[in-house]
């Protein structure tokens, strides 16, 4: 699907705004997603630093590349913050050019654009590049190895971003919750004031990422760059600590204070289309060193979460 004429005209009316006010332009695509959606709520505080210009679907539909270079040219970004994925993971695997034209080809062509344009690139990742038989946490020099077809498609997108623009900076993280859109955590909540008890599964081992933390980081990062630190290449972001989704279920239980009994199950409990690596624990310490970044205990997060106030 192209831009539509009325989409077009209101990025054309943020754009003539930016060039009277000669600030940094910031866009960031996925506005609609977690980590967009929080992002939005950091740029409302940022506007006197930076121009923002978010995107959706109907303004940049990375399902069509051939929309991506019109709106390079047209707004000319400083930074290009790619959080817009295809992110079902079950589907993935017959949705397989769907998943490969967003996450691969279209990021490809972002980053080729950024290239030309001397744009710095940020674009999200995944912790599914691995195959999760490791029992270390992953550092970014890892080998990876997908198992399933949206961890590939993934890849791909990091393949692509690094060969056609060596500057990107490609952030992987995992399992992302917020109080915007639909996650475990939303969905644990849901359930748990439905159902008398649950099953979870306990042999899927690694660490929940709150996208309000995980925004905050990146426009640290915007920061660092705007600064001067030309850092660039693969890092990894998530809380720190080590839970399996089990784990994770009975904190959200707790401090929901539901009275749901819970039980712990393993994969082979719970066949889905796609496989879930068993062990996706990501080694942080490069985002720390070379961007500063403080990562918060996911314990202090779901807090958060909770503090911020769930919206059904």
């Known amino acids: 699907m192209k831009n539509g004429p009325s989409n077009q005209k ?16 910031v866009i960031v695509t996925g506005k609609n997603g977690q980590l967009g959606w929080e992002l939005q709520q950091l740029a409302v505080a940022l506007e006197e630093q930076y121009h923002f210009i978010f995107t959706d679907r109907t303004n940049l539909n990375l399902s069509d590349p051939s929309t991506i270079a019109p709106l390079f ?19 993935a695997e017959t949705e397989k050019e769907l998943a490969l034209t967003i996450n691969g080809t279209a990021v490809g062509e972002i980053a080729r654009c950024c290239e030309k344009q001397h744009c710095q690139l940020i674009t999200i990742s995944t912790d599914y590049v691995f195959d999760g038989n490791g029992t270390a946490p992953y550092k970014t020099d890892t080998v990876a190895n997908p198992v399933n077809y949206y961890g590939y498609s993934k890849l791909v997108g990091e393949q692509l971003a690094l060969k056609n623009n060596p500057s990107s900076i490609i952030i992987r993280t995992s399992w992302v919750y917020s109080q915007h859109g639909n996650n475990f955590v939303k969905t644990m909540l849901r359930l748990m004031k439905e159902k008398s008890e649950l099953k979870i599964v306990n042999d899927q081992i690694g660490c929940p990422t709150f996208a309000a933390d995980l925004a905050k980081a990146i426009i640290s990062m915007l920061h660092e760059i705007q600064s001067g630190n030309k850092h660039a290449g693969i890092y990894h972001y998530s809380n720190s600590g080590v ?34 690596p ?17 990562i918060p205990h996911w314990e202090e997060s779901l807090r958060q979460f909770f503090y911020k106030g769930f919206r059904e």
């Open 10 to 25: 209101s990025l054309v009316r943020e754009n003539n705004q930016k060039n009277s006010r000669m600030k940094p332009v």
């Open 278 to 294: 068993a062990y996706s624990v990501m080694d942080t310490s490069k985002i720390i060193a070379d961007f500063g970044i403080g």
């Open 243 to 276: 839970i399996s989704w089990f784990d994770f279920a009975v904190a959200i239980k707790k401090l929901a204070n539901l009275p749901t009994a819970l039980y712990p199950i393993t994969t082979a409990e719970f066949p889905t289309p796609a496989k879930r």
């Open 73 to 91: 040219e047209q707004f000319q970004p400083n930074y290009f913050i790619n959080c817009a994925a295809y992110t079902t993971v079950d589907k």
